[in-house]
């Protein structure tokens, strides 16, 4: 356990923004989503703003007085709600290889329909504390009204990105779950297995986390979800999060924009069940691909070359593993919301000062993610 608390509190700017916090108890819907740390050793967290009162969706935690606290990242200015050209709503992010941070903006805030221009992909150099690129995500690649822009993954090596986008966004209608590709070299950008059977919830499927139904009003719909890329980046791994099942395709079909969008969809390989439903997840530079286990209350790994999954860590306290990550010493780090209690209409002990946490837990010597592999 690296960082606890009972509710996120920010280092703010000033004693207004602080108030406004507090009185209107915009906390209570403020959670950390993903977690990672970069090559100086600095822990950053998303916190989307699927509700109003978010004060910066993009954070690096700094200790102050021995309190873990949330900073805007890279300031307050570029975590602006309202203005398009900066961060919206971030959920996925990855750093890569070369410490540059790779920020998917979801664009919506509450979910109402991203505004034009706001979907995008900001490349940040965290060398050099300063913006590379940034890559807007159009109405025809995720549809404003449905998109839930969720996770991405990076492939230096060969020039190219992969987004999940959950299709969630509208919600009480049909998902519209896919996958979006991005070609780095050609700046272009295309949406394949748009609502095929792998993107979208799994019919009529309902699951419980501690005998908890998820959510407790009506069962949770979350189309594609967790994203990984083997070490060689020959194969994409994904899974939806109203589902069990791990989903697998070659890199060379989606690197490929000629390819028919109808034989990526045939190419699709079911690899199996985890056993538990997941959110997020990550490869390593060894060929394992670390999910996050929901219902297992924990982190599981699964190893292609025996084809077989098996649970890593658990915890009693792991209600909700949401991202999972490597430090690039031999751990992974993961974090663990209560998202299912905190959105799913029940109430939460806001005073348990275990309730939101980040977690590390060593795999092996040499063991980091697979932006590292050979």
């Known amino acids: 356990m690296i960082f606890h608390w009972n509710r996120l509190d920010w280092n703010f700017p000033d004693l207004k923004m602080k108030q406004d916090f507090e009185t209107n108890q915009y906390w209570k819907k403020a959670m950390p989503a993903g977690v990672k740390v970069d090559q100086q050793g600095h822990y950053y967290v998303s916190v989307p703003r699927w509700a109003d009162g978010i004060p910066s969706t993009m954070n690096r935690i700094i200790i102050k007085d021995g309190k873990p606290l949330l900073e805007a990242f890279p300031s307050w200015e570029w ?62 690649i995720a549809p404003y009204r449905t998109s839930f822009l969720n996770d991405v993954i990076v492939d230096n090596k060969n020039g190219f990105v992969y987004i999940t986008d959950s299709g969630c966004g509208w919600p009480d209608h049909p998902l519209d779950g896919g996958i979006i590709v991005y070609n780095m070299r050609t700046r272009t950008l295309r949406r394949v297995l748009d609502r095929h059977y792998s993107t979208q919830d799994f019919p009529d499927f309902h699951f419980q986390i501690d005998y908890k139904p998820v959510f407790k009003d009506k069962p949770l719909r979350i189309g594609a979800d967790g994203i990984a890329l083997s070490a060689d980046r020959s194969t994409l791994y994904y899974c939806q999060v109203t589902g069990r099942n791990l989903y697998a395709l070659d890199t060379s079909l989606l690197r490929n924009f000629t390819t028919p969008l ?36 924990g982190v599981g790994i699964y190893t292609p070359s025996s084809h077989t999954f098996h649970d890593f860590v658990s915890d ?19 974090n663990s919301n209560r998202l299912h209690e905190m959105f799913g209409g029940y109430e939460m002990d806001w005073t348990y000062p275990y309730n939101l946490i980040i977690w590390k837990a060593f795999v092996g010597h040499g063991v980091k993610s697979y932006l590292y592999a050979d």
Do not use: C
Not at 316 to 334: E, P, Y
């Open 316 to 334: 009693d306290r792991m209600l909700w593993v949401d991202g999972v990550a490597f430090d690039q010493k031999g751990s992974i780090i993961f």
């Open 262 to 297: 109808e034989e990526i969809r045939k190419a699709v390989r079911a690899i199996g069940s985890k056993r538990t439903t997941t959110d997020g997840m990550h490869a390593d530079n060894k060929g394992n691909v670390f999910y996050t286990m929901l219902e297992g209350k």
């Open 79 to 140: 975590n602006q709600a309202g203005n398009v050209h900066v961060l919206q709503s971030v959920l996925g992010y990855e750093i890569d290889e070369y410490n540059r941070m790779w920020l998917l903006d979801q664009g919506k805030i509450a979910y109402a329909p991203s505004p034009e221009g706001s979907q995008k992909l900001i490349v940040w150099d965290l060398n050099t504390n300063r913006m590379i690129d940034s890559i807007i995500i159009p109405n025809e």
